[in-house]
Nanobody, 122 residues
Framework: VQLQASGGGLVQAGGSLRLSCAAS????????MGWFRQASGKEREFVAT????????YYADSVNGRFTISRDNAKRMIYLHMYNLKPEDTAVYYC????????????????WGQGTQVTVSS
């Protein structure tokens, strides 16, 4: 099983980034997929999730309206489009897989990627 996150980098406040996550080694279409993030010195927190079909999404209040999660089951990929980035969005972003459901609860996710750093300068 592998989840490979990419696309992070340094961006100015107000800018945009697109994170990608490539999945392999498990039945991707059977899993809800999520993004979480962890800022330095803080606990990891939920960002967004998408159901196995891509038909439903759910966002943390802090990113709702600025971030968009999507998936391409044929390519075994998920994406996180981030707009109007703020310095408080600075964190390591992780993609993760949850069997069957798509919730905000970290403990439900069974597969995790290695993370990609996003840094937003003011």
């Amino acid at each position: 099983v592998q989840l490979q996150a990419s696309g992070g980098g340094l961006v100015q406040a107000g800018g945009s980034l697109r994170l990608s996550c490539a999945a392999s080694g498990f039945a991707f279409g059977d899993y809800g997929m999520g993004w979480f993030r962890q800022a330095s010195g803080k606990e990891r927190e939920f960002v967004a999730t998408v159901t196995w079909s891509g038909s439903s999404t759910y966002y943390a209040d802090s990113v709702n309206g600025r971030f968009t999660i999507s998936r391409d089951n044929a390519k075994r990929m998920i994406y996180l489009h981030m707009y109007n980035l703020k310095p408080e969005d600075t964190a390591v972003y992780y993609c993760a897989a949850e069997k069957g459901l798509a919730t905000k609860y970290e403990e439900n996710y069974v597969y995790w990627g290695q993370g990609t750093q996003v840094t937003v300068s003011s």
